[in-house]
């Protein structure tokens, strides 16, 4: 007997691979918000890639034994295990609508397992913590070189903010407000600048005195005047425009090299270090990418007293995910944030809450 092919309905186009994952783009792009074609692009440019060592050209060449093969080829490729089972869950989503569209077998999809995770493989420890974003602030402050320039700036802005980059690179000069010392992050996809979940991501935040004080000597003083090509002017500008993403990527890896402030702990001189390139800055095993400064910023808006709600209002996320993927308190954090719950409660003399309550009122 003949097995049935990979191929579902035998009237529809036996698509090649690389053809079938741009129709899945195009046809769910206009459902999708902020990054997710970005993703998926880049995720499923990795399963391409199995399809050519492997020799996969079309979609009757996904057989299901085949496609159970993807996740051996992920693992020989030493990706995180939260890599490898979050491009397993792509994949399949892909898989899976394929079928739906005929293209594919029905149940394909299923010869993909996720891996199964640990807490702690779900979640990043990978932090700025709040005690370095100190160190870095304190110095930009007091630097006769270094304060209000671009990198100081921008550090500023997330670390007071917790602002992902695709808020910052939203930002125009119009945003801020220097004397309201607030900035509004707007969704304007129409002219490419398109917030994580859209409209739901609005939002109008205060600066302190401090870091607005930084941010209006930059704009007054060290921002390129340039216009983006829909004749907005970005806030944190570049000297073609806005910033690709990758370039602010690259702007905080710069800002937080430890070199700026302090003896380069891998024994370089700066002078002759090529890491200190924009470019080259992400190589420094020391310097970081703006999420584990944003993970930092909240971590820190947590320690000092706010609540989850307020901070993921600030940051334009949940506190069902403040507390999985970004808040990571160390020990001594986490001890100072219970203390003062804790600190002087005795069994033998408060048995109610309203015993807490008439001490704490007296």
């Given at each position: 007997m003949t097995p049935p092919r990979a191929h579902g309905d035998q009237n529809a186009p036996d698509l090649e691979i690389p053809e079938a994952i741009d129709l899945f783009i195009t046809r769910n792009r206009p459902d999708w918000k902020g990054e997710t074609a970005r993703?998926?692009?880049?995720?499923?440019?990795?399963?391409?890639?199995?399809?050519?060592?492997?020799?996969?050209?079309?979609?009757?060449?996904?057989?299901m034994w085949r496609v159970g093969q993807f996740t051996d080829w992920l693992i020989q490729q030493d990706y995180a295990r939260v890599t490898v089972q979050s491009k397993q869950k792509q994949a399949r989503r892909w898989l899976k609508w394929l079928e739906s569209q005929g293209y594919l077998r029905i149940g394909t999809h299923l010869a993909i397992e996720p891996l199964q995770l640990e807490d702690s493989e779900q979640t990043s420890s990978d932090i700025l913590r709040p005690k370095t974003l100190r160190e870095f602030l304190t110095f930009y402050r007091d630097s006769m070189q270094w304060r209000a320039k671009r990198r100081h700036a921008l550090l500023e802005v997330i670390s007071h903010t917790g602002g992902r980059r695709s808020c910052i690179r939203s930002l125009d000069v119009s945003d801020y407000d220097p004397d309201a010392r607030t900035l509004k992050f707007l969704n304007r996809p129409e002219s490419g600048t398109r917030l994580k979940r859209g409209d739901s991501h609005q939002r109008k935040v205060v600066l302190s005195e401090k870091p607005n004080e930084v941010l209006h000597e930059f704009v007054e003083r060290e921002r390129v005047d340039v216009h983006d090509e829909t004749g907005r002017r970005p806030l944190f500008a570049s000297r073609q425009g806005r910033p690709a993403r990758s370039t602010i990527t690259n702007w905080i890896y710069q800002a937080t090299l430890p070199c700026v402030m302090r003896e380069c702990p891998h024994n370089r001189q700066r002078h002759n270090c090529r890491w200190t390139a924009q470019t080259e800055a992400s190589k420094c095993p020391s310097s970081t990418s703006p999420h584990p400064a944003r993970r930092g910023s909240i971590t820190w808006q947590l320690n000092i007293g706010r609540s989850i709600q307020d901070v993921a209002d600030r940051a334009a996320t949940t506190p069902d995910v403040i507390r999985r993927y970004y808040d990571r308190p160390d020990l001594d954090e986490d001890l100072r944030r219970r203390i003062t719950d804790f600190d002087g409660i005795d069994i033998c003399e408060h048995s109610d809450p309203t015993d807490i309550d008439v001490e704490v009122d007296s």
């Open positions: 993703t998926y692009r880049k995720s499923l440019d990795t399963f391409e890639k199995f399809a050519e060592d492997e020799e996969l050209d079309t979609i009757s060449d996904l057989e």
